[in-house]
């Protein structure tokens, strides 16, 4: 059974940081491209932030400079961690895995999410 598991989340005064995490289980972590999404109310779904099985990352614009995605394939965990964080970053933080296999037949997991409020 595939779970990912996110913690971490909070409240938080504007300019202070938070580190999520997006803990992995039945699936071959390492193969899969990991993403954080995120969805403030009355607004749709938004890509925060990605990295590839390989390393590579990219990042929504409205959080580039203030947040950063890592890795660790040993323990299955992704994280995000968030600094300066603005009012506009409340939302619910959800985390995808995603994968194609040799059929290109898509795999794809998601989180139940965690909740990140800015506010002072």
């Known amino acids: 059974q595939v779970q990912l598991v996110e913690s971490g989340g909070g409240l938080v005064q504007p300019g202070g940081s938070l580190r999520l995490s997006c803990a992995a289980s039945?699936?071959?972590?390492?193969?899969?491209?990991m993403t954080w999404y995120r969805q403030a109310p009355g607004k749709e779904r938004e890509l925060v932030a990605v990295i590839l099985s390989g390393g590579r990352t990219n990042y929504g614009d409205p959080v580039k400079g203030r947040f950063a995605i890592s890795r660790d394939n040993a323990k299955k965990t992704v994280y995000l961690q968030m600094n300066s964080l603005k009012p506009e970053d409340t939302a619910v933080y959800y985390c995808?895995?995603?994968?194609?296999?040799?059929?290109?037949?898509?795999?794809?997991?998601w989180g139940q999410g965690t909740q990140v409020t800015v506010s002072s």
């Open positions: 995808n895995a995603l994968a194609f296999d040799a059929l290109h037949r898509e795999y794809t997991y």
């Open positions: 039945g699936i071959i972590f390492s193969g899969y491209d």
